[in-house]
């Protein structure tokens, strides 16, 4: 089936730091989201592309949809200890028209005051 | 909007207990989706409707997983009978879809099940 490979697993950083995670993909996507995660919540919606090349900021995230359609990143810039939890990519094809997402198994990042 | 709502927040159980875990989704989404998340095995898609009708059930474990969405503002997901591999945290997400692509999940708070 389909598949979302997404990187680094796991990040420990220093706060203030710089951070980039990314996903690839098997397939094309005409949509990619980033979600986060906090402990003992769900996950919750931070940056949506819909265009090849699109590159789109929310405060310290900077997110680009691949121009291969095939991938993504997520930048965040300055981390601060809040930034603490789970980063999910998820994307959607073009035969997805039920809405369905694929979700990458998620970076889980820790920040160090 | 008040989001999507899901109840239990937790919920405690014996082997072999039935399990209903129950969500409402945002006013005026068409499509609702159960997910199951654990460490092992991540966010997994266990099904989906579009306007009240399942579309897609190939993610529901076994017999013993059913869901229904009697309208579009209830559904449920129920575990009979359970077992401690059911522990998980369960997640409702709900969606407006439309033609042109931009279907955005919002996700429910989660039900953590414990099934001892």
């Known amino acids: 089936g389909q598949q979302l490979n997404q990187s680094p697993q796991s990040m420990f950083i220093q706060e203030g730091e710089d951070v980039s995670m990314n996903c690839t993909s098997s397939s094309i996507f005409n949509t990619w989201l980033w979600y986060k995660q906090d402990p003992g919540e769900g996950p919750v919606l931070l940056i949506a592309?819909?265009?090849?090349?699109e590159l789109t900021s929310n405060g310290r995230l900077t997110a680009q949809f691949g121009i291969t359609r095939k991938d993504s990143f997520l930048n965040i810039s300055a981390s601060i200890p809040s930034d603490v939890g789970i980063y999910f990519c998820?994307?959607?094809?073009?035969?997805?028209?039920?809405?369905?997402?694929?979700f990458g198994q998620g970076t889980e990042l820790s920040v160090k005051p | 909007d008040a989001g999507v709502i899901q109840s239990p927040r937790h919920e405690v159980t014996e082997m072999g207990q039935e399990v209903t875990l129950r969500c409402k989704p945002i006013?005026?989404?068409?499509?609702l989706f159960w997910y199951r998340q654990t460490m092992m095995r991540g966010l997994e898609l266990l099904i989906y409707?579009?306007?009240?009708?399942?579309?897609?059930d190939s993610g529901m474990p076994e017999d013993r997983f059913s869901a229904k969405m009697p309208n579009a503002s209830f559904s449920t997901l129920k575990i009979q009978p359970s077992e401690p591999r059911d522990s998980a945290v369960y997640f409702c997400?709900?969606?407006?879809?439309?033609?042109?692509?931009?279907?955005?999940?919002?996700f429910g708070a989660g039900t953590r099940l414990s099934v001892l």
């Open positions: 592309l819909y265009k090849a090349g």
């Open positions: 998820a994307g959607q094809t073009q035969s997805n028209q039920g809405g369905k997402l694929i």
């Open positions: 997400a709900s969606s407006l879809v439309t033609g042109w692509g931009k279907n955005i999940q919002y």
């Open positions: 006013s005026g989404h068409n499509s």
């Open positions: 409707f579009n306007n009240n009708v399942p579309i897609d």
